[in-house]
């Protein structure tokens, strides 16, 4: 299971990818995307119809899309941060949703953040993503830095978050 | 004779050009700036060469550049196009001089047509009704009550040297006169090289009706019939259609013998089109002359099958027309969209970037003339239309339909363009009706065309699905090299699980 919030425009959008399911903000769809050309161009399916959608993506993990004509922005950061609260949101441990290489940290330790905010740049295939923080609290731990390459699940950042009940 | 065509010109229109010249087995010369080294026109002609810098003044606007390409290629015969030299007399006077045929008015007729006042004079003198106000420039700022000629506010201020929707300024008071007329003398310098303007009324929600017309330059003029091109930003032309929507064939008959008489006074020699303002009475007014193909030439040729860069090179090459009136028979109705590198939401600013996909409309009654390809730079260095659609319908909704079904299959990626606001535009009641007229933009509204929730959940989705699969990608890759894009997994898990 994956979960991936996307804003556009002014809406946001949580899309929730399991197995056989694909939910948007609880709904369930049947979308598929595939890729056309390998430059760009993909048919967005559901059951209906197949929507031409010409992607592009940008650094800093947001998307030009275009579809009809229509040009609109996307951009992509794991988990529903505002959502129940995972383990790792709790004890706030920031770790690498993909393999790949760390671009930026936007953060120093003993950094106040605000949930929502861009703390660190990874980039895997070319493709560059914003890792924002879950919660709000002050940067406790960097355990790496810009030119590593990371694999899924390393810990990369520790927040010490302000409702800790522990503190 | 035989000819080699010399183009001096590039984007759409020598494109075009280029198309009929192979039709007529016509030997073709593209010219270049340093920018379009690649650009379409260069690799349709026959020849191409360099005749400059990007700038346009040391490029595309240099006689001396284009005498010399004429030169080194052996070209016996020029093209214009529109813009750049194409109303330039000098330009035609330097190309006849050097012992080659040039293919638009002559170079006298040109310098007619390029000063506004000169032009109103002879289109009076012909008999054609002309706006009212004085036919000499402005001179410094006088009160408009002592101008005369039954001239009031709201007024036009106008370059005499003007020409494509530049240099226009409006004045609705005494004081707003005193604001703009520096600012329109500044402009016109700036744009024209030449800062003489004159005051024009204001015709309140005016239609824009044209003639086409054709001259053999001795005193014989063919009409195409009109066209119509009400619909504008910063006066400059967005959509045209032919024939004009609710003329009446009484009005159609007067409006294109006007053109006529114009032409036959001057004995007008090649295209020419004959512009004109219909005010609310249904009175029509000369505005200009343009003395050269004009952009919106392809909907006058939907409607009447006639190639018309065709009959203005036989003309120029035999002297002779080679069709005569009854030969011109226009049919249906004909409608073209104009595709900006521009972006509506924002007050039509340039856009800018490289065209990384495109896809053009096909299909029944659809015509594309394009200049566009995929990696091509859109710079600002040049004019902002990159392309037109055209439809042919047998009747104006059958046009209107076609058209937007084709704006809608066209895909430029890799820039913000005016397609979606143009098929907005067709989708309006107002423009369906025909109720339309040079004020139409200021006051529209656009409506959605695909409900913007619907749209902004097809990008997430989208957006979400290509990082997941480019997850699962790398992770495949490092396991088994497995690519998901080819194994649509996704489809193939969606399938068997429900």
């Known amino acids: 299971m994956a979960d991936y919030r996307v804003y556009v425009g002014a809406r946001t959008y949580d899309v929730r990818i399991e197995k056989d399911l694909l939910l948007v903000n609880g709904d369930q769809f049947e979308f598929d995307l595939e890729s056309i050309n390998g430059n760009g161009l993909h048919i967005l399916r559901d059951r209906k119809r197949n929507i031409e959608a010409y992607l592009q993506s940008n650094q800093n993990g947001s998307y030009d899309i275009q579809i009809n004509g229509n040009h609109l922005s996307a951009e992509v950061v794991f988990g529903f941060h505002n959502q129940t609260k995972t383990s790792d949101q709790k004890t706030g441990q920031i770790k690498s949703p993909m393999p790949g290489l760390i671009i930026d940290i936007l953060v120093n330790e003993g950094d106040h953040v605000q949930e929502g905010d861009t703390i660190l740049i990874q980039e895997a295939m070319k493709m560059q993503m914003k890792i924002r923080t879950p919660n709000s609290g002050t940067i406790t731990k960097i355990y790496t830095k810009p030119g590593n390459q990371v694999d899924k699940g390393v810990l990369l950042i520790s927040i010490d978050p302000d409702d800790n009940p522990n503190r | ?498």
């Open chain 2, 1 to 498: 004779m035989d000819m080699k065509l010399l183009i001096a010109n590039r984007g759409e229109i020598a494109v075009r050009i280029v198309r009929t010249c192979q039709e007529l087995d016509i030997p073709t010369v593209a010219v270049y700036s340093d920018t379009d080294r690649n650009a379409l026109h260069t690799r349709y002609a026959d020849e191409a060469i360099k005749i400059g810098p990007t700038k346009p003044s040391e490029s595309y606007l240099n006689i001396p550049a284009l005498l010399d390409a004429c030169k080194k290629t052996n070209a016996t015969a020029v093209h214009p196009g529109y813009g750049f030299l194409s109303e330039n007399p000098k330009f035609g006077e330097a190309v006849e001089d050097a012992g080659m045929l040039f293919i638009g008015p002559r170079p006298h007729t040109m310098s007619i047509f390029g000063d506004k006042l000169l032009a109103r004079k002879a289109a009076r003198e012909a008999g054609l009704l002309v706006l009212p106000g004085p036919d000499q420039p402005l001179q410094g700022l006088p009160l408009l009550s002592q101008i005369g000629n039954n001239l009031s506010f709201p007024v036009l201020v106008k370059a005499i040297a003007g020409g494509g929707g530049k240099g226009i300024r409006l004045a609705r008071s005494q004081d707003e006169l005193a604001d703009v007329v520096d600012l329109a003398r500044e402009e016109a310098i700036a744009a024209f090289g030449d800062g003489t303007i004159y005051l024009e009324p204001l015709v309140q929600k005016a239609r824009h009706i044209e003639v086409q017309i054709l001259g053999d330059g001795n005193g014989k003029v063919l009409t195409f019939g009109e066209r119509e091109c009400s619909i504008q930003r910063r006066h400059q032309k967005l959509i045209e259609e032919a024939p004009a929507s609710e003329l009446s064939p009484k009005e159609r008959d007067s409006i294109t013998a006007a053109a006529c008489q114009l032409g036959k006074q001057l004995n007008y020699r090649s295209l020419g089109t004959v512009e004109f303002l219909m005010d609310q009475n249904r009175q029509f007014y000369f505005i200009e002359v343009n003395p050269r193909i004009q952009v919106e030439h392809p909907v006058t040729e939907m409607v009447t099958g006639i190639d018309l860069i065709r009959e203005q090179i036989q003309l120029a090459l035999t002297g002779e027309m080679s069709l005569v009136q009854s030969d011109i028979n226009p049919q249906g109705a004909a409608i073209e969209a104009r595709i900006l590198a521009e972006n509506p939401e924002e007050g039509f600013i340039p856009t800018t970037g490289e065209i990384s996909y495109l896809k053009e409309p096909g299909g029944p009654g659809i015509r594309v003339d394009s200049a566009l390809y995929q990696g091509m730079e859109v710079t600002t260095d040049y004019d902002s239309m990159l392309s037109k659609v055209i439809a042919w319908g047998e009747n104006r909704q059958i046009a209107i339909n076609r058209l937007k079904r084709g704006l809608t299959e066209y895909q430029i990626g890799g820039l913000k363009t005016d397609l979606v606001f143009l098929t907005q535009i067709l989708d309006s009641h107002p423009y369906q009706i025909g109720k339309i007229d040079t004020t139409f933009l200021d006051d529209f509204n656009p409506t959605e065309l695909i409900p913007e929730e619907t749209l902004t959940r097809y990008a997430a989705v989208a957006a979400a699905l290509h990082i997941h699969k480019e997850r699962n990608f790398q992770e495949h890759k490092e396991k088994e090299g497995i690519n998901p894009w080819r194994q649509k997994a996704w489809q193939e898990q969606t399938n068997t699980g429900s």
